[in-house]
């Protein structure tokens, strides 16, 4: 019995190990490559800036939809409507990106067009929201479950407040630190896909290029040189690993 117990505390600790040499081998072949950082450091500036304006942008426009969708489907219940709605939610949180990709080239594009609408911010925030949208209804609808007593609901309701007082003074300041999670989550995502940006800017002929889509076209085209999407890839990794240990320690200490 305590050698099984002791085989099962080493075999714990092989993920770890494993992280650990997969960062430890990053970091060396990224002091190989560093050098390059400093002749590409004015052009990633601008790929960095065009990250991080798409990521904040599309995540201002998704995350309130998403979030009145979350408080719709709470205060409904366990209806018809709202069961068939969240089931569509789940469907549509594993549908893989590049699915999403083709619906905003295939669907949105044309129909932007018949408006005469068509511009790369409009179809890829539409686009992007579209996938968004239902990860962040999930997540926040599990934090309903966990944090929210189903009797608050009717508790407000006898005291007559009314939906969106129910959502100021109840939703919001019980979900807050769930909320801000939810919210850097969705933008670490945003900086990480390249799909759905590969699509719509060739449709569109953008030049607000992002890092991860720069990294993907180069890697097709084999345009540029290892050291420099190495450095650029490296960096991405970096940066989504920061903004995500900053969400886990938020949600950590406030759950």
Known sequence: MRFFLLLLRV???????????????????????????????????????????????????????????????????????????????????VTPSIIFAAIGVMFFIPLLEYFHLVSYYIILIITFSFMLIPFIVLKLHFFVQKKIDPMLKEVSSSLGFSPLQTFIYLFIPLLRFELITIFLWSISIVIGESIIFIFVSHYTNSSHQTISEYIALSLIDNSESFSQLYIMAFFLFVMINIIDVIRYIIWKKYE
């Open 11 to 93: 075999v714990s600790f092989i993920p770890f190990l494993l992280i650990a040499s997969i960062i430890s081998v990053l970091i060396f072949q990224t002091f190989k490559h560093i050098e390059t950082a400093y002749y590409i450091r004015e052009f990633f500036q601008n790929l960095l800036f065009n990250s991080m304006l798409n990521s904040i942008l599309i995540t201002l426009i998704a995350f309130p939809i998403g979030v009145l969708i979350s408080f719709y489907l709470y205060y409904q219940g366990k209806t018809r409507v709202s069961t068939t709605f969240y089931t569509l939610n789940k469907m549509l949180s």
